[in-house]
């Protein structure tokens, strides 16, 4: 290719000068500079990686290894050399990775928002860790909100106020932060939150409506029912909206099992004793409640699992039931 034909093919969009040669190679060596930056920051933040999960104790010496960081969250940032979203990213598979493992080592059921037999020690100190490296990280809020709160929540606190301070125009944070105050029975401070979450650009009239009925009412169940029907709505991950989902089939279930009750007394008061088989009071549950029943007259929880009939007028939750029992 010739000069001239060089110089055409290097006009600016506008009309002005060509590129010369020199500048074309000056040009394209700042590029390789920039490239070379690029995969030289990448394989210090792999580096680091590696360097952080080789102090982690082998899977067999779990269960006797007293669970720490070898890096604080701002050492993690300096040594990330601006690569801090990857690193963040890196701190966040860590953090559910540790949480699937204690799942999977632990016998029972449990609820992702009662971890607290579980054992995940170091898990406010992953998520700390992900939000300082990265403190626009929303789903590490998010999580960290429904979580943390039965592992410490005085570190669920933090974790959201520090959303908070970083994120001052994200209202669902403040909801997240009310959520955790509700949990703990705080229902003056969760009113406060919601209504400071209220005067946020863009906040949903539903979040001044929560402040006033939370100092009052925090502890009503038709509470618990609206904050679990708000979780489930603004949620983004699917197993935040499945936790919701499970919580409200809880609360249906609780009110079930008390009309149930209720037929039960009435029954006693009219035969002098409890019923032994469903088929006695089946048809009084019926013209009292919309519950299902299976073939055997049992009636059915949200979960389409039946009850269980127990002596003294009580009924129950199946162990098998999908709807949580605490």
């Known amino acids: 290719m010739n000069r001239k034909r060089f110089a055409r093919l290097n006009t600016n969009e506008s009309g002005g000068a060509p590129v010369e040669p020199k500048a074309e190679s000056r040009l394209q060596r700042g590029d390789a500079l920039l490239v070379s930056v690029i995969i030289v920051g990448l394989a210090l933040s792999a580096a680091l990686a590696r360097f952080i999960e080789a102090r982690r104790p082998p899977e067999s010496a779990l269960r006797d290894y007293s669970e720490e960081l070898y890096v604080t969250p701002e050492a993690a940032r300096r040594m990330s050399l601006g690569f801090n979203g990857l690193v963040a990213d890196w701190y966040w598979m860590r953090s559910l990775q540790y949480v699937g493992r204690k799942l999977i080592q632990h016998p029972e059921r449990v609820q992702i928002d009662d971890l607290s037999a579980v054992g995940l020690k170091i ?5 700390d860790t992900a939000t300082t490296l990265d403190p626009q990280f929303m789903a590490a809020y998010e999580y960290g909100a429904v979580m943390l709160p ?8 933090r974790l959201a106020r520090k959303g908070i301070e970083a994120n001052p125009h994200q209202w669902r944070l403040y909801q997240q932060l009310g959520y955790i105050h509700w949990q703990r029975g705080e229902f003056k401070e969760a009113s406060a939150v919601y209504h400071a979450g209220a005067k946020v650009l863009g906040a949903p009239r539903w979040m001044e ?3 006033a009925r939370m100092e009052d009412e925090g502890g009503n169940r038709e509470v618990a029912r609206e904050i679990f029907r708000r979780m489930y709505d603004e949620a983004d991950d699917e197993e935040i909206k499945k936790l919701a989902l499970q919580r409200l089939a809880q609360l249906q279930s609780f009110d079930e099992r008390e009309a149930i009750r209720r037929v039960f007394e009435d029954y006693r008061r009219r035969t002098g004793r409890c019923p032994d088989k469903w088929a006695e009071v089946a048809p009084l549950i019926r013209r009292s409640t919309r519950l299902q029943f299976d073939e055997h007259a049992a009636p059915l929880d949200p979960a389409n699992t039946a009850y269980i ?3 003294d007028c009580e009924v129950d939750l199946d162990p098998r039931s999908e709807v949580p029992y605490k």
Do not use: G, H
């Open 123 to 127: 898990l406010p100190s992953l998520m």
């Open 309 to 311: 009939l127990k002596p």
């Open 150 to 157: 039965a592992i410490d929540a005085e570190a669920a606190i």
């Open 209 to 211: 409506a929560m402040a």
